[in-house]
């Protein structure tokens, strides 16, 4: 069964910078693309996760959401089993819960192509 599971994350002076982190298990981690999505508290029923980025399975490729290209960075150690997400010059507007997700079908921004979740962790960035 795969599991997946965020960490990393709390609370940031706007400006500032974090890195979260997920874990993938019980699977083969080299054939899922890894995503994250966010999602802002309060929110729930509005949208659907909003789409952050996304690492190919080798590494080599990434794509991001409008909002955060040029900010945030995507990176994976396959040796390791974990991909990372580094979030630079943080705006309020980037608080939100953030998912990691994992899928065999690699290059979509959609949630529904991504088959596995984590619980998610939050990022609170302060004014």
């Known amino acids: 069964q795969v599991q997946v599971v965020e960490s990393g994350g709390g609370l940031v002076q706007a400006g500032g910078s974090t890195r979260l982190s997920c874990a993938v298990s019980?699977?083969?981690?080299?054939?899922?693309?890894i995503a994250w999505f966010r999602q802002t508290p309060g929110k729930e029923h509005e949208k659907e996760h909003e789409?952050?980025?996304?690492?190919?399975?080798?590494?080599?490729?990434?794509f991001y959401g409008d909002s955060v290209r040029g900010r945030f960075t995507i990176s994976r150690d396959n040796a390791k089993n974990t991909v990372y997400l580094q979030l630079n010059s943080l705006k309020p507007d980037d608080t939100a819960h953030y998912y990691c997700?994992?899928?065999?079908?690699?290059?979509?921004?959609?949630?529904?192509?991504?088959?596995?979740w984590g619980q998610g962790t939050r990022v609170t960035v302060s004014s």
């Open positions: 997700a994992a899928g065999v079908n690699g290059g979509s921004r959609t949630p529904a192509s991504y088959n596995y």
């Open positions: 019980g699977g083969t981690f080299d054939r899922y693309t």
């Open positions: 789409f952050v980025g996304a690492v190919s399975r080798t590494g080599m490729s990434t």
